[in-house]
């Protein structure tokens, strides 16, 4: 019994100037007839259409199954011409393009090269090219009828051509193509390859359509059986006890959860591609009282916990057989908690519950009641709750309690009770004392204080009425004792004491403010009288004004931020300017137009004044001078890049000419 019994081989050559089927694989015959002879093409027919070309490959359909042929030149023994290698795969079955490719030079090597034809020598080539002994079963290698227009008949052959050994992969792993249905067989060549002067026939261009059939491992599902090139696939592992972990996957692009075998996507186990699964845990943290407690901590095997969710994930590492799971919780005023559980209690669980105990405080609270009277007592009080807080912050009942500070970590507070006129008040202990003359005086002082509702000895204000008469609401007048009324007299009284202040105020201010005796005529005629020999006061003194042409230079050096040093035609003018022009600091400084006042009014001429003076004496003397010097430049003064200038080279402050600048 054949090993591969989907698979037979054929070897055809010529014989007797006839092609013959030289040897087949398996002797007595497959499973389905091949038929080599009738239905395989002419191997010389089918290389002699091209030029440049010895090798070529031909692909066949038919309802039994798929015909894969190699043709080329005999060079072991030239005068038997050409010899054709062809692989019959029954419909159904699959071999991926890069077995294909791996087979024919096997098969080629056994057959020709080596002449050995039996059974045993193919086996081993199709081993050693990696074929398997068992079927790859799919649907996208079934036999399709073709269906073809009205009155259009199968064409004998097209061919298409293949740049790579790729490409003539992706040729071989996809057979089922469209344009495929209208050609007996087709011819696949090398690129470089022509058809012969006269002959005719169609070439194949369109993209390889390449659709996948999807084999899953155990514990392994995909969103799809069958994908195509560019599809997206969903895939999901599983396993018991875990959730499921979801991934997704480009079809025909590399990916490390899926391997590609011709046209068929083999998804890789999870041990394979690094999957670990997880199982969700839903995680309460409560209070040993069924509290829930905000704000904690959780650790599971080393590992730290995201609290702000209500769940976590354990590893299968975490949950494997035999290991134990440590969890550790820790929150503020509680006890922190350690637990260890066996994976296989896990499992069984769905929720986490961790329970944590209260840490509990001994305190000393003594009560002071005033005047020497202090109670005290030691309590135990959860840090947790209400009470504890409050205590802490300071407050206790309503009334302020103060922290002693000690040395070891006891609390004691000083609570102060004394009454202040609020509520509530402190108690009274005096008639307690001497309602219970029996009560012994050292457990007396441990007793806890007893509060009076002072609300209950005063008496109701209000005025009682009579709710089955109709009333009128009327001012209440107060009477005496003898039922007159006392309101005129009060009225008279009031009177009386505004009367005798007015009057005391009277006699005060007159006292004070009015002269007395001979001091009533001292004030002399002279003081009181407007003197008219009062000379009227001086007029501040000006400066001369200016005329001619100092006048008009003034006006034009301060309307402008740049000097022409023809313009100006006044004898001071011309000073300043050569003055400018020698670099001569102090000559600029004391010309008349910087050293009288008011008379520059140009405020970036004034800084510039100002600059110099600074720098006059001082180490910087002679760049500021050559900076003067230079700022004279096509006849003109530029003011802004003088200032500039001089800026860039102003001297230190504790260098710098700090005496005033002269003016007159």
Excluded at 239 to 247: A, I, N, T, Y
Excluded at 400 to 423: I, K, L, M
Excluded at 425 to 454: I, L, M
Aim: charge should be negative.
């Amino acid at each position: 019994m054949a090993k591969f019994n989907y698979i037979q081989v054929a070897l055809r050559g010529d014989v007797n100037n006839a092609t013959r089927t030289i040897y087949s694989y398996p002797a007595g015959g497959g499973n389905v007839e091949a038929r080599w002879d009738s239905t395989l093409v002419e191997p010389g027919a089918a290389l002699q259409r091209f030029l440049n070309t010895s090798e070529c490959y031909v692909m066949q359909s038919v309802r039994r199954g798929r015909y894969f042929s190699m043709i080329a030149r005999n060079t072991v023994d030239p005068s038997s011409g050409y010899y054709m290698i062809s692989i019959f795969v029954e419909a159904g079955c699959s071999l991926s393009g890069k077995q294909m490719l791996s087979a024919f030079p096997a098969l080629k090597k056994t057959l020709v090269e080596e002449g050995k034809r039996d059974d045993e020598a193919v086996e081993a080539a199709l081993e050693s090219a990696g074929v398997s002994v068992e079927p790859v079963r799919l649907d996208s290698w079934n036999y399709v009828a073709p269906v073809l227009p009205e009155g259009q008949q199968i064409v004998d052959a097209a061919y298409r051509t293949y740049i790579s050994i790729q490409e003539l992969e992706s040729i071989f792993s996809f057979p089922a193509q469209p344009d495929y249905d209208h050609y007996r067989c087709v011819i696949i060549v090398s690129a470089t390859t022509s058809l012969r002067p006269g002959i005719k026939m169609t070439r194949l261009t369109a993209p390889i359509k390449k659709q996948y059939a999807v084999v899953c491992p155990d514990g392994v599902e995909t969103s799809e059986p069958v994908a195509y090139d560019g599809d997206r696939l969903k895939i999901v592992y599983t396993r018991d006890g875990f959730s499921p972990r979801e991934e997704t996957v480009t079809v025909g692009q590399p990916a490390a959860y899926v391997k590609y075998d011709g046209s068929t996507i083999r998804v890789r186990p999870a041990s394979q591609c690094g999957i670990r699964f997880t199982r969700r845990f839903n995680l309460a943290v409560r209070s040993v009282k069924g509290t829930a407690i905000n704000g904690y901590t959780v650790s599971i095997n080393g590992r730290p916990v995201n609290t702000m969710e209500r769940t976590v994930d354990l590893t299968e590492v975490d949950l494997a057989d035999g290991a134990t799971v440590e969890i550790q919780a820790a929150s503020n005023n509680y006890r922190p908690l350690k637990l260890e559980f066996s994976a296989e209690d896990l499992l069984k669980r769905e929720t986490i519950d961790l329970e944590l105990h209260p840490i509990e405080q001994g305190v000393t609270l003594r009560l002071d009641f005033g005047e020497g009277r202090v109670f005290e007592e030691q309590i135990s009080i959860e840090k947790n709750t209400s009470e504890y807080n409050r205590l802490h912050s300071g407050n206790f009942h309503g009334f302020r309690a103060h922290r002693q500070v000690t040395q070891d970590n006891s609390e004691v507070y000083n609570v102060d009770v004394r009454f202040t006129g609020g509520r509530p008040v402190a108690p009274n202990f005096e008639a307690s004392r001497d309602g219970d003359a029996n009560v012994d005086r050292a457990t007396a002082s441990h007793r806890a204080p007893v509060f009076e509702n002072v609300s209950d000895d005063v008496p109701d204000s209000r005025n009682s009425v009579d709710a089955s008469l109709p009333t009128v609401e009327t001012e209440i007048t107060p009477t005496d004792a003898d039922g007159h009324d006392d309101t005129r007299g009060k009225n008279r009284i009031k009177w009386i004491l505004a009367v005798a202040g007015a009057v005391v105020l009277l006699v005060v201010a007159l006292t004070l403010f009015l002269p007395r005796g001979e001091k009533l005529d001292a004030v002399p005629a002279a003081e009181t009288e407007l003197a008219d020999t009062v000379a009227p006061a001086a007029a501040p003194a000006h400066a001369a004004p200016l005329a001619g042409e100092d006048a008009a230079d003034v006006e034009y050096l301060n309307s402008t931020s740049c000097w022409e040093v023809s313009r100006v035609t006044g004898e001071s003018a011309k000073k300043l300017m050569a003055a400018i022009e020698s670099g001569d600091i102090e000559g600029v400084v004391n010309n008349d137009y910087f050293a009288v006042t008011g008379r520059c009014t140009n405020s970036r001429a004034d800084e510039i004044a100002g600059l110099l003076w600074r720098a006059y004496g001082s180490p910087v003397r002679a760049s500021n001078a050559k900076t003067l010097r230079s700022s004279v430049k096509g006849g003109a003064v530029d003011l802004n890049a003088l200032y500039e200038g001089l800026m860039r080279r102003r001297p230190k402050d504790d260098e710098a000419n700090t005496t005033p600048r002269p003016k007159r």
